[in-house]
């Protein structure tokens, strides 16, 4: 029952902000979304009163509920979708990180006055779409919540963007749909190859899939379980997003309002990571294994080539959306490590897995502070040219604190969750995959390298007097940065909480793997 409340009350709150009056909608979607993210935390406490090594593993989920849905037999086609929830040590992070973020999203755009009540509700609407795909325990489910929330996404860019918002939209709309058309494909090999019974994560994860076959590809045959985990893998690869199908995300970034593109960027790039981990590496790791030494090629680029194009942009958000595509390099090297053939000590493996897990959120968090900094700042001097700006700490030194506390635990500064969450990942891929590691760690060098010269730039030194106007954050807006600030602090001084929340869970799917990978 919680979970279901924790998906479906964000969209029953934004039916209700329809039918509103237009000043209650900002009042409501706060209140809703604040007793979203209050009930996703409750999902955590409820994992404290049970010691069991195998508690909160998508095998024994203490949050979990499963009804058949749709069952269609004709002759010998069956097709079932089980309305299946649950929360387990993967997802019950990534659900406090939607509900989190969206919550912030609703303050940090109290300043919206164009068709507010419509665009409270998308962000609660993309919020059930996200948060569905969080928990969804059913394959089918899965992709009805994906898709879902490419709705509200689409809408927050095209009616509340930029200059050229219907390019960026439609763009984002195009390469999604595209991704997830091969997505749907392989979850249709999956559910048939296993004899159309049951498309349930527990099903797959008890069973195991038996993708064993070959089939015919230009002369030569490639593995069942390779081109099983490539269909999936093309819609996640998407939305991670992966080099070189990243290339709508600096546009949507550019264009989106201030707290849609801390969502995107937030939960939105997160859902294929999840995706990776949960569908691809857990349920086909034949074919993970199969692409890991090429996935490890992509996770480099990805680091190095974001960094390499941060490093090159005038315009502060473009610059963190490109920051995003390298960080999300890390997610990729973590999983590909993690699923590398060969005999090798467990425990790197693990190291390797759940560094990828966290990155996942931190990078959530240090992001949307990132965006939110940026936000507020271009409210007040209507540009984001790093050039023209110039000192402007004097006139900001709150908005300097926090968009440097930002930038610090985005450049894996020890202390913060950044750093936590590289450590692992460094750690464990070095064993399995040491030459994509090395370059993969300059990556680092160079996020160091674009924070601290926009920093630099626009905010220390004297100051430039065409901004000697310019006033600080107020507390509203102060307000979201604050709240991550603790977050990224709290998990780089004490990880253990988040750590062994996600220990059990992706121990289970590294003893899963063993047998495929050898180990």
């Excluded at 002759?75 to 992070?93: C, E, Q, R, T, W």
């Excluded at 249709?188 to 004899?195: N, S, T």
């Excluded at 997003?241 to 989106?256: G, N, S």
Aim: proline share 4%.
């Amino acid at each position: 029952m919680l979970l279901t409340l924790i998906v479906f009350v964000p969209a029953l709150a934004g039916v209700i902000v329809l039918a509103s009056p237009a000043r209650a909608a900002k009042w409501i979607a706060g209140g809703f979304s604040l007793a979203v993210f209050l009930a996703s935390m409750w999902l955590y406490f409820g994992l404290l009163g049970d010691s069991s090594p195998n508690f909160g593993t998508v095998m024994d989920p203490q949050w979990y509920i499963n009804a058949t849905w749709i069952d269609v037999a004709i002759n010998s086609f069956h097709f079932k979708v089980n309305y299946a929830l649950g929360a387990d040590g993967l997802s019950i992070p990534m659900l406090i990180l939607n509900a989190l973020l969206t919550f912030l999203a609703v303050i940090g755009s109290w300043h919206i006055e164009k068709r507010v009540k419509l665009y409270m509700a998308m962000l609660l609407i993309l919020e059930t779409g996200v948060a569905g795909v969080f928990a969804a325990f059913d394959l089918f489910l899965f992709f009805l919540f994906w898709e879902i929330e490419l709705i509200p996404m689409f809408l927050l860019i095209a009616i509340w963007g930029g200059a050229r918002r219907e390019y960026a939209a439609w763009k984002f709309l195009i390469y999604t749909l595209v991704g997830s058309a091969f997505t749907l494909a392989g979850i249709f090999l999956i559910y048939f190859e296993e004899g159309g019974r049951d498309a349930s994560f527990q099903h797959f994860a008890q069973n195991g899939l038996n993708l064993t076959g070959a089939l015919p590809f230009f002369g030569t045959t490639v593995s069942l379980g390779l081109v099983t985990f490539l269909l999936l893998f093309s819609g996640f690869a998407v939305k991670i997003p992966m080099w070189p199908v990243h290339t709508w995300l600096p546009d949507a970034h550019t264009e989106a309002p201030t707290a849609v593109s801390v969502l995107l960027a937030g939960v939105l790039l997160k859902m294929g990571a999840y995706g990776l981990i949960r569908i691809c590496l857990g349920f086909v790791p034949h074919g993970a294994m199969e692409f890991a030494p090429v996935l490890g090629i992509f996770a480099a680029i990805n680091v190095l080539w974001g960094a390499l194009a941060s490093m090159a942009q005038q315009d502060m958000k473009k610059m963190i959306a490109y920051s995003s595509v390298s960080h999300m390099g890390y997610v990729l090297l973590g999983v590909a490590a993690a699923s590398a053939a060969g005999s090798l000590n467990l425990a790197f493996r693990q190291a390797a897995l759940t560094g990828a897990t966290l990155q996942m959120f931190t990078h959530g968090t240090i992001t949307g502070m990132l965006f939110f900094s940026v936000g507020v700042l271009y409210e007040k001097a209507h540009t984001r040219d790093i050039d023209v700006f110039g000192g402007i700490g004097k006139r900001m030194p709150t908005l300097m604190l926090l968009y440097s506390v930002a930038c610090f635990a985005a450049l894996g500064l020890p202390g913060m969750s950044g750093f936590v969450a590289e450590y692992l990942t460094f750690t464990g891929s070095f064993a399995t995959l040491p030459v994509v590691t090395i370059l993969s760690v300059f990556g680092v060098v160079l996020t160091a390298g674009y924070l601290l010269w926009m920093l630099r730039r626009s905010f220390y030194g004297p100051l430039n007097m065409k901004w000697s106007w310019l006033t600080d954050a107020n507390a509203r807006e102060a307000f979201p940065l604050v709240a991550l600030a603790v977050v990224i602090i709290f998990v780089g001084i004490f990880p253990t909480p988040m750590l062994n929340l996600l220990a059990p869970t992706l121990s289970q799917m590294i003893h899963h793997m063993t047998p495929v990978i050898g180990g």
